[in-house]
């Protein structure tokens, strides 16, 4: 049956999505499905281990033919289970079957049929996932030829100790993971107060505003923490999303912003921003602004919502575009220096600026390459019941960035009038001469 290729093609899409996507969902969820004909529609990813269990309710069930009044056959809409090693299987299936159906194939876990639904067109039901692995819970329907209506309740979890833990099995570490990681932060944000009070001659408004960005960023992995805990439990978060989504707003354009001042060079290089770097930061800071708005229609719809791919698509774009833009202003500035340091007769210093900000080049698009690229490589790549490696990684890289960056642009003594030897200055110009690699 051709026409299944591209709704499954469409459905491994949006996995492929929800495996980048860096969005903590919750675990039970409520979900209006309207006039909706989608051949097939996820609801959710979760990965189970040994005692894993899936509770389903549906009402308000009902259904409508899109053109003639064709025979509704109820065993041709339902819910299933996929799992990832039997995607291949299934589309070699759809090549051959006769009159092919996703929701009877072999090599799915069927869950009920519209058939199961009782008189009053409900359904509560719930089964044992006994073979431990990560499952896709999807609602197919064979005749696109029907518009669908329900209201559904799922609920997916595992029992550990006689307790529900509706974390996935690779995820049930993020609460303690994400806790770690604040009490880093604060220790480093105390660090950076005390280096701040000791150097306050030399301090300046740029190192404000990184103090900031470390705050925001412990708040936002308190809050990623109680956020998980609550989820781990209940299977909600009870209003510590809204928190989380708050304070990733802040730390995505303190971050951003941060970078992009560093980039220019102010309060390192002049006082003063350009007006091409103005405007660059009024592009960033909107954009970072779409991005939340994104990010929070993302975490509170799910991959159900006939939007949730736009809104997917939409929030990546405006990332890839934030980390090309970032890059702009720290090459502004390496030309810029390389242009003064032919007409003001300080070779020396300029070297120095020169290098240290070749070298911030280099550590962002490192830094921006393996957040966006590797980490979603790690997702793809191990087991299911180790995905909170990725977020591990992803937040160690971060770690490391903020203390390259805090350690390279502190508020440290520097004496304008220092002496620099005939020959050292020499030697610097000769370097700055003979020396291309920092031309970009």
């Not at 001042?261 to 390192?268: D, V």
Request: aromatic letters at 16%; a negative charge; charged letters at 20%.
């Amino acid at each position: 049956m051709g026409n299944l290729h591209p709704p499954f093609l469409y459905l491994l899409y949006v996995l492929t999505l929800l495996s980048i996507m860096p969005i903590a969902f919750s675990e039970i969820k409520d979900t209006r499905i309207v006039a909706d004909s989608r051949p097939m529609i996820l609801f959710e990813r979760f990965g189970f281990s040994n005692d894993g269990h899936i509770d389903i309710w549906l009402k308000r069930v009902a259904w409508k033919p899109k053109q003639q009044s064709p025979d509704m056959d109820p065993t041709k809409m339902g819910f299933i289970l996929l799992r990832e090693a039997s995607y291949a299987k299934i589309l070699n299936e759809s090549e051959y079957a006769d009159h092919f159906c996703v929701v009877s194939s072999h090599y799915v876990k069927q869950i009920f049929t519209f058939q199961d639904l009782r008189f009053d067109y409900t359904y509560n039901g719930s089964i044992a996932v006994d073979d431990p692995d990560e499952y896709s819970l999807v609602f197919g329907n064979c005749q696109p030829e029907f518009e669908i209506w329900m209201d559904v309740h799922t609920e997916m979890y595992n029992v550990e100790k006689g307790w529900k833990d509706f974390l996935p099995a690779g995820q049930t570490q993020l609460p303690k993971l994400y806790f770690i990681f604040f009490l880093m932060y604060s220790v480093f944000f105390l660090i950076w107060i005390y280096t701040c009070i000791k150097q306050r001659a030399t301090l300046d408004k740029i190192h404000v505003l990184m103090g900031a960005l470390l705050l925001f960023k412990a708040l936002l992995m308190i809050c990623a923490s109680e956020d998980q805990s609550y989820v781990k439990r209940t299977g909600s978060s009870r209003g510590w999303d809204i928190a989380f989504y708050i304070f990733s707003f802040f730390k995505g354009i303190m971050l951003f912003t941060v970078i992009i001042l560093i980039g220019t060079g102010w309060s390192f290089v002049k006082p003063f921003l350009h007006e091409r770097e103005k405007n660059l930061l009024m592009i960033v800071i909107p954009l970072q602004v779409l991005e939340n708005i994104a990010s929070v229609v993302i975490g509170e719809t799910g991959p159900s919502t006939k939007d949730w791919l736009t809104w997917n698509q939409l929030f990546l774009l405006i990332d890839i575009i934030c980390c090309c833009t970032v890059f702009f202003p720290i090459i502004w500035s390496i030309r810029s220096l390389r242009e003064a340091s032919k007409t003001d007769g300080k070779a020396a210093r300029n070297l120095e600026k020169l290098t240290l900000f070749k070298q911030f080049y280099v550590v962002v698009v490192g830094y921006l390459y393996f957040t966006r690229i590797v980490v979603s490589a790690i997702g793809a790549v191990v087991s299911y019941r180790y995905h909170w490696i990725s977020t591990a990684s992803m937040e160690g890289a971060s770690l490391i960035f903020y203390m390259y960056l805090f350690y390279n642009f502190q508020p440290i003594e520097r004496n304008p009038y220092f002496v620099i030897q005939d020959e050292e200055e020499a030697a610097a110009a000769l370097a700055l001469e003979e020396d291309n690699s920092f031309e970009l």
